[in-house]
């Protein structure tokens, strides 16, 4: 068993009564419920490694130091017996003055600006700790007592030590310690003595302190307990592929390699370290250590937050990595990071690195990018749709296929280089499928006239519709909008050129008229009119809104999400030159074989649209249809 610790101090002072600011400070600590209480670990490991640092800049410059060859390291032993956790650093250590300014009193306005913060955003103290260099008071969230003893650097200083329970006073005193550096003890209270277990501190610090820079041992062993090397902070030239690739598999549990990744590290306007993954597959698996969006927050390799969502847009969150913002305070609130201006500025960046990145690899890696965009491309259709601000820079990023080039991906700019003299519309059409889509009567006339129409069959291509109105001052047209203006055939192409097939023969005026009655009759209010059309060569009908009607995008928007919405009563146009319709005027108006083949003609229409409430419900119909050709 470790030898009982004795928190009473050689040569103690009288009590000494904290700064004002530090009274309210911890009882605010003390007092407070706290949601992250672990931190109080990391604002210890955080110090250490301060101290350290400061270590290591003035041996580059001073000579005369204390233990010149000691290992820069940081070392926490537990006591599970006694319930205590102690954290100790060969930094620069502090004399007796130093202790007590650092450790009894603030002279920057730290404790009053934490103390204003937590009053006016009504915050959780734990989400502002570390924001005014106050973290060391956190250690009261977890302590019947801290007993700090520390030796300065200098070689002729004495140690001295450093006692406080949280009260309104601390004592300081004497002390033994042959070494330079610090060492603070802390007595747990009952409700935290989990803290006092070996395997309990390890998980802290890989959650919180995996990379500081120094290496810290845990216990009496030798290995460390953080990985230290944070390569995000190095340069992309000192950074193997298979390091990168190593890495985004312990970030996120991946057995596959990144798609590709972007190493940014800059110095202005922010210094920023970044590494940022594209994964190849959206699902992230069931193994994945990475069970939210959002990227690992650093400031000096001390993790902050472990799932940021506001460093990118929400249409970016499938990005995984790593961000060190040197700038930040540690431990910012998701609140305080909504309102930071620099956090604010630190987005921008990441997003414009994110959307070159993509841009680049477009351009320079088309199949890697057909990757991308058949696994992700949904995510920069949302992003079309939801950001007013941003979307002109997804434009050039979205890919789609066509009724001229099915399996091809292509962008905006190629279908724009194939239109012909005088097209002035980026022509698309709406559809729940490719085949579906490849059969809409609403495509005859482009396919006459040989128009390359966009076909869209993802589910969020109507979302992204509501943001991709033009592209290069060409407006995007919908095909199947009843007030559409056909383009004109194009130039050298002779009339009925495009029709190789014999025209079937034509009802007269007064047929037609007696036709479209009875498709009116059949229907009724299941249509809101029935009317002949010019548009159709192969079709014999196809379904249009009526006038002032919403467009097919919103009705396909109100249907994925929910909404009460009723499908209006479309207007059926018929083709009047369709052999079927021919054959179906010189049937009686009361034949019962007629009603349904209106009736068909109608549903198949729906169908084709994708708006057809029960398409199983015509399987008797066409059953009967059936009976009664074989009958012929």
Do not use: C
Not at 172 to 177: H, P
Not at 333 to 340: D, F, G, I, T, Y
Not at 347 to 365: F, G, H, P, Y
Not at 582 to 604: N, R
């Amino acid at each position: 068993m470790t030898e009982k610790i004795d928190p009473k101090i050689e040569g103690a002072t009288d009590p000494i009564a904290f700064q004002t600011e530090v009274k309210q400070l911890l009882n605010i600590l003390i007092h407070s419920l706290y949601t992250e209480r672990e931190i109080f670990l990391r604002e210890l490991i955080s110090n250490a490694s301060d101290a350290l640092t400061q270590m290591s800049f003035l041996q580059q410059t001073e000579r005369d130091v204390l233990d010149p060859e000691t290992e820069l390291e940081i070392r926490l032993t537990v006591d599970e017996d006694e319930k205590t956790i102690t954290i100790s650093d060969t930094g620069v250590g502090m004399t007796r003055e130093e202790m007590r300014t650092n450790l009894g009193t603030i002279a920057q306005s730290g404790a009053r600006a934490f103390l204003q913060a937590v009053e006016d955003e009504n915050a959780d103290a734990s989400d502002v700790i570390g924001q005014f260099g106050v973290g060391f008071y956190s250690v009261f969230m977890a302590a019947e007592w801290v007993k700090v003893v520390s030796r300065s650097y200098r070689p002729d200083a004495e140690a001295a030590s450093w006692y406080a329970t949280g009260s309104d006073t601390f004592q300081m005193g004497e002390a033994e310690k042959e070494t330079r550096g610090t060492t603070i003890t802390v007595k747990l209270e009952e409700d935290a003595e989990e803290f006092a277990q070996e395997h309990r501190v390890r998980q802290i610090i890989k959650r919180h302190s995996d990379y500081v820079a120094y290496p810290i041992y845990v216990g009496d062993e030798d290995e460390q307990a953080n990985r230290q090397k944070a390569i995000w902070r190095q340069r992309s030239h000192e950074v193997e592929a298979e390091e990168y690739a190593d890495f985004y598999k312990q970030l996120t549990l991946d057995f596959q390699d990144p798609l590709t990744h972007i190493h940014f590290v800059a110095d202005a306007p922010l210094k920023i370290f970044a590494l940022l993954y594209f994964p190849t597959k959206v699902d992230r698996g069931m193994f994945t250590l990475r069970e939210e969006d959002g990227l690992k927050l650093y400031t000096r390799k001390i993790l902050i937050e472990e799932y940021t969502r506001d460093l990118l847009p929400p249409y970016y969150r499938f990005v995984q990595g790593a961000v060190d913002a040197e700038d930040l305070p540690l431990n910012v609130s998701r609140e305080n990071v909504q309102a930071n201006a620099l956090m604010a500025r630190l987005k921008k960046i990441l997003n414009n690195q994110v959307t070159r990145k993509l841009e680049m690899m477009a351009q320079k890696e088309p199949e890697d990018y057909v990757t991308f965009w058949e696994e992700f491309g949904q995510f920069i259709k949302e992003g079309v749709a939801s950001d007013d601000a941003d979307r002109g820079n997804l434009y050039p990023l979205l890919r789609f296929h066509s009724t001229t080039h099915p399996a091809e991906w292509f962008s905006l700019v190629d279908y724009i280089e194939r239109m012909g003299a005088g097209q002035e519309k980026i022509y698309y059409i709406l559809g729940d499928d490719a085949r579906s889509v490849s059969r809409s009567p609403h495509l005859d006339y482009f396919r006459t006239h040989d128009y390359e129409v966009i076909t869209l069959t993802d589910p969020v291509d109507s979302f992204m519709l509501m943001g991709l109105r033009e592209y290069q001052e060409f407006e995007l047209q919908n095909v199947a909008a009843s007030d559409l203006e056909l383009p004109a055939p194009k130039e050298g192409e002779e009339e009925g050129e495009a029709d190789e097939e014999p025209e079937a023969e034509k009802l007269s005026e007064s047929d037609l008229d007696s036709l479209v009655e009875r498709f009116q009759t059949t229907l009724g209010d299941r249509v809101s009119a029935v009317r002949v059309t010019d548009r159709l060569t192969s079709s014999v009908a196809r379904l249009v809104d009526p006038e002032g009607a919403i467009g097919q995008e919103m009705q396909r928007v109100y249907r994925m999400m929910d909404r009460e919405y009723h499908v209006p009563a479309k207007v059926l146009e018929l083709n009047p030159q369709h052999p079927i319709l021919g054959k179906l005027g010189t049937l009686p108006e009361d034949d019962h074989l007629a009603q349904a083949i209106i009736d068909q003609i109608y549903e198949s229409a729906l169908l084709i649209e994708g708006v057809h409430p029960d398409p199983a419900d015509m399987i008797p119909r066409i059953q009967e249809l059936m009976e009664a050709a074989l009958g012929e």
